[in-house]
């Protein structure tokens, strides 16, 4: 009968590593409990591996050489750890012995290679040892029995107990038995000292665990993936987990882990005690996921191959893992060796605006190398930038925008008596690129890809020269255009490695090394697979959305004729930041905070509100603490983030700052304070929607519109997952649920690529530029001889000459028709657009293109605004009459039904933008009353008004006005509005029993009422 018990799957993980004959037979009998050790395979792999140490030791130690050694092991194995001593040896009687010798980067040390295959790796079934610490029920101490130990030169660093479905046990059941019936103080596996990962097998899947802590041992899915989910792939005639035992486990495999991958993570965290603050300190073991080694070794097998020159996208959700990858990958990239033994590359640069990231590479990096000066920060100047570039400093972190300033950097350093020489002629660079965005398209990089092949791109230069065909350009103008263009194209010289978990159109083009599919990107780990993996939340699992139903009425006599466009957004504006709109939203916001997640999260869940605007975000803040101390509430405090100084035009001569605002809090303090316990809430305009990383934030309000990667990138801030962080929720004031999945879609399993651009449309769209004449041919160059000539170094003259060239079109310009000037601002957007974005990924060397694009980019400024160039603004035409905030749906966005729209370039010749047209106000207050689902009516309207004129009337109405403040006046009236709801029901049973049973908008129209009753009767407006 063929084997199906868990036996005949441990004997055919045995049978498939001894088969690569890098493995050996262990033999359970020869372990030794008390040491954790194989003690007949160290000292066999010592006195084998280093025969003149161990005969310098005999001579002194005699017949207790071995036992000694065995101390000495043991001792730093308890102070270094199994890791650190397999890494860098360990002391017995002042000699380094090494306990394992790993692949060397290159062949050029053949004894260093010869080393390497003395290691002695064992594969040993049923280990059994009795316990020290648990117990049977009768009171003994329990006896252990593990799978399968693998030991490399005698030290234990991987066990695995197998399970089999066919008996009725799967993986999750080895999960259990780690925590049940294994305990982490046995020296077996004790955390760090001895095995340093623990997997839990069946021949589905596969979990593991680098320390184990009973009930609370968290294991991690180490699975391929499968369908853009969890779980593996069947494979045909091979169970689904056999990549463990057949690649991960391989003797190669898991000695590069050991070497290149594992490492111990150290955070650590101030928090504060009734006796003061404190350092909290943690560690952690990281072994890789499976996605992760999978990326890195691919990226590294195809760099060895094919060397420089090549740019690979790597789009890994959030959740992956990502900045253990970098640190992977800038490692390995550092010091890899082609086929022939040379480098590939001579620095890798990585480029980064996280502050954290650079400390996470330095101290990773440097338990591999355990050696200073393999990293180095870029946080002075650039001209610590272009010192690194120059020694050849093998890892370098830097922001991007630090490149376009080198070259003055170096001057700056040669007038102070510094001589830097930064060749770059036959050196080669990696650039790591985290969070690849298509801002790091544009200028920027191209000035990094002119630094980093300055030599190669001058020597392209000298050659190409006399192919620039405009003989009215000088040879100095003439070779600064042909730098423009050859920066722009891939340099040879250069490798991009670009994470984002959210790549854009450009992105997937610019970055195009193809992957399994045939196509960017090189390598994947989708949302969905992360969400599945319970590596990240799903956001979208509790989602709800409120609509604003609103009456805007006409507070201006007649009917004035306003632009459509432009009174649209005004109005948009004028509602978003209405007092009544910020209290009601504010109202909820607080409410629900208090009942539904304070107490999430042990009492320390926090919420961030998303506003659309600085001016929004300081509104919202100042309702924020209004409210709560009008409530007395506590434990509710807020922060606010935003950029630069507001001036409130509701309030003149008033400016806020963030700062300011909160209490003298400086801007690089606020991320820790947030994750303390003093702040639950932080209101934000266009700050911490991207990058930040704050495990405890549970629930999000969203009061801005958002779309395609900022709505991913924004709703993810709530994806990171935290101890009792179960769910998350999402109140949604502005956006509909359908805009959310569309954004969400496309990256949440593969992200679908639309057509790419036809570069004959640049030449479509040069030859409409010129119908109008707002230009001509002779003006580009007269433009282009001193834009490039001088554009390092222009004077006064320069700047004074390429101003009358471009003024010359600006008067042409402003006498077309405005439908005639519309369409070609859009055709000149159009065009910088596309050039910007083939000029990466198609070899171009058209100087004419890059003199009509440097002009171009350059006129566009100077161009008058679209009408007269002033702001409309609505002033009293409007008032807000109604206002209901109502809930409209509430669950799930299922992101696995539907088909994911593709992404789109800039496919399309620019055309003329939407033309604003006068419409009667009234009209447009109809049709945005329509837009957003109103059924308010002009009975909704009499019904109250007639509430209102009761109220004035009414003489204890009068007199509460008349000795109250607003606020204590609208609790008051509180309490008499369902009598004056009734006095006026009959006639009128809907909007009555809507005010009566619509607790939302029952809440705004008493807001709306009780103002304008106090104020009427009071004869002035409140503040």
Not at 8 to 19: C, K, S, T, V
Not at 155 to 164: D, F, I, W, Y
Not at 290 to 304: F, G, K, M, N
Not at 610 to 618: E, H, I
Request: aromatic share 10%; with cysteine.
């Amino acid at each position: 009968m063929a084997g199906h018990t868990e036996t005949d799957f441990e004997r055919a993980i045995e049978y498939g590593l001894l088969q690569t004959k890098r493995y050996a037979k262990g033999d359970p009998k020869t372990y030794d409990a008390a040491l954790a050790l194989f003690p007949d395979e160290v000292i066999a792999f010592i006195r084998a591996s280093q025969p003149a140490r161990w005969d310098s030791l005999e001579a002194m130690l005699k017949d207790r050489t071995a036992a000694t050694v065995l101390d000495s092991l043991t001792k730093e194995l308890t102070s270094k750890g199994a890791l650190g001593v397999l890494r860098h040896g360990f002391k017995c009687y002042g000699k380094t012995l090494r306990l394992a010798y790993f692949q060397p980067n290159s062949g050029m040390n053949p004894e260093a290679a010869a080393r390497y295959t003395a290691n002695r790796l064992t594969i040993t079934r049923q280990v059994e040892f009795v316990s020290e610490v648990l117990k049977r029920p009768d009171g003994g101490k329990r006896k252990c029995i593990i799978d399968v130990v693998i030991a490399i030169n005698g030290l234990p660093v991987v066990t695995a107990e197998l399970k089999n479905p066919l008996t009725h046990q799967r993986a999750e059941d080895a999960c259990k038995q780690y925590m049940t019936d294994r305990d982490g103080r046995d020296l077996l596996f004790k955390f760090k000292e001895r095995a340093l990962v623990h997997f839990a097998v069946d021949p589905d899947e596969v979990w593991m665990a680098t320390e184990l802590k009973g009930s609370e041992t968290f294991f991690l899915p180490f699975n391929r993936g499968h369908n853009f989910g969890a779980g593996n792939p069947p494979v045909e005639g091979n169970w689904k987990t056999h990549y463990l035992w057949d690649e991960v486990l391989a003797a190669d495999s898991l000695l590069d882990i050991l070497q290149r991958f594992m490492h111990l993570e150290i955070t650590e965290r101030t928090v504060q005690t009734p006796s003061g603050s404190r350092v909290v300190r943690s560690e952690r073991m990281i072994f890789p996921r499976y996605h992760q080694i999978d990326a890195v070794r691919r990226l590294v097998s195809h760099t060895r191959r094919h060397g420089a020159g090549h740019n690979y996208l790597i789009q890994h959700s959030a959740g992956s893992g990502k900045s253990n990858s970098i640190a992977w990958l800038a490692h390995r990239l550092a010091s890899l060796h082609d086929a022939n033994d040379e480098k590939v590359f001579h620095s890798v640069v990585v480029i980064t605006d996280r502050r954290v990231l650079d400390q996470q590479l330095q101290n990773t990096i440097y338990q591999f190398e355990h050696k200073t000066g393999v990293v180095e920060k870029i946080d002075e100047n650039t001209q610590q930038l272009a010192r690194a570039l120059s020694n050849g400093t093998p890892v370098i972190i830097s922001t991007i925008q630090k490149f376009p300033f080198i070259s003055q950097a170096i001057k700056t350093m040669e007038g102070k008596g510094e001589t830097l020489a930064l060749e770059t002629r036959n050196r080669r660079f990696a650039v790591i690129v985290d969070e690849a965005h298509s801002s790091q398209s544009g200028e920027t990089v191209k000035a990094l890809k002119g630094i980093l092949n300055k030599d190669g791109i001058a020597d392209a230069i000298a050659s190409q020269i006399d192919e620039v065909e405009d003989d009215d350009l000088s040879d100095a103008a003439k070779a600064a255009i042909r730098q423009e263009v050859l920066q722009r194209a891939r340099q040879p010289n250069l490798s991009f490695f670009a994470f984002t978990a959210t790549p854009k159109f450009k992105t997937n083009a610019v970055f195009d090394e193809p992957g399994p599919s045939g196509a960017s990107p090189f390598h994947e780990y989708t949302m969905r697979q992360a969400i599945q993996e319970n590596f990240i939340l799903d956001v979208l699992e509790n989602y709800t959305t409120y609509k604003r139903f609103f009456g805007l009425v006409k507070q201006v006599e007649g009917d004035p004729n306003v632009p459509k466009k432009a009174a649209a957004k005004a109005l948009g504006q004028y509602l978003e930041l209405h007092p009544v709109n910020v209290g009601q939203i504010v109202r909820v916001i607080v409410e629900h905070f208090r009942l539904k997640v304070m107490h999430e999260l042990g009492g320390r869940a926090k919420a961030m509100v998303v506003t659309g605007s600085r001016l929004a975000a300081v509104k919202y803040k100042q309702a924020f603490d209004a409210y709560i101390r009008e409530r007395g509430y506590h434990g509710i405090r807020a922060l606010v983030a935003f950029s630069g100084t507001v001036e409130d035009p509701d309030a003149p001569g008033t400016s806020f700052t963030e700062v300011g605002m909160n209490d003298g809090l400086s801007e690089r303090e606020l991320p820790e304070r947030f994750g303390g316990d003093d702040y639950r809430v932080l209101i934000v305009a266009e700050k911490y929607q991207t990058g930040f990383d704050q495990p405890l934030l549970q629930t999000m309000y969203v009061v801005k519109k958002l779309a395609g990667v900022q709505a991913v990138q924004t709703l993810s801030r709530l994806n990171r997952t935290a101890p009792g962080k179960k769910k998350t929720f999402v109140l949604d004031f502005k956006n509909e649920e359908a805009d959310i999945f569309k954004a969400f879609k496309p990256y949440y399993e593969a992200t679908p690529v639309g057509e790419n651009a036809d570069p004959h449309k640049l030449n479509e769209l040069h030859n409409k530029l010129l119908q109008p004449a707002v230009f001509t041919p002779a003006d580009i160059t007269e433009f282009s001889e001193v834009w490039f000539k001088k554009r390092r170094e222009p004077t006064g003259q320069d700047h004074r000459i390429m101003n009358a060239v471009l003024d010359r079109s600006v008067e042409r310009f402003k006498n077309l028709d405005e439908p005639v000037q519309e369409e070609f601002r859009g055709q000149l957007t159009a065009f910088c657009n596309l050039y910007t974005f083939l000029s990466q990924i198609m070899p171009y060397f058209d100087d004419g293109l890059e003199q009509l694009y440097a002009f171009l980019r350059n006129l566009a400024p100077k161009l008058p605004r679209p009408g007269d160039g002033t702001k409309f603004t609505l002033d009293d035409d409007v008032a807000l009459k109604f206002f209901r905030l109502q809930q409209v749906s509430e669950g799930t966005i299922d992101l696995t039904d539907g088909e994911a729209d593709p992404l789109k370039g800039p496919t399309d010749v620019g055309t003329a933008r939407e033309k604003d047209i006068d419409v009667a106000l009234s009209t447009l207050v109809d049709t945005l009353n329509e837009k957003f689902g109103t059924d308010f009516t002009e009975a909704d309207q009499f019904f109250f008004d007639q509430v209102r004129a009761t109220a004035e009337n009414n003489e204890k109405v009068v007199e509460a006005a008349q000795a109250n403040n607003l606020s204590n006046f609208s609790a008051y009236f509180s309490r008499i509005l369902d009598d004056l709801f009734i006095q006026r029901m009959e006639g009128n049973d809907e909007i009555f029993n809507r005010v009566m049973s619509d607790k939302q908008f029952r809440t705004a129209a008493q807001d709306h009422l009780a103002r304008e009753v106090y104020e009427r009767i009071r004869g002035e407006e409140t503040e």
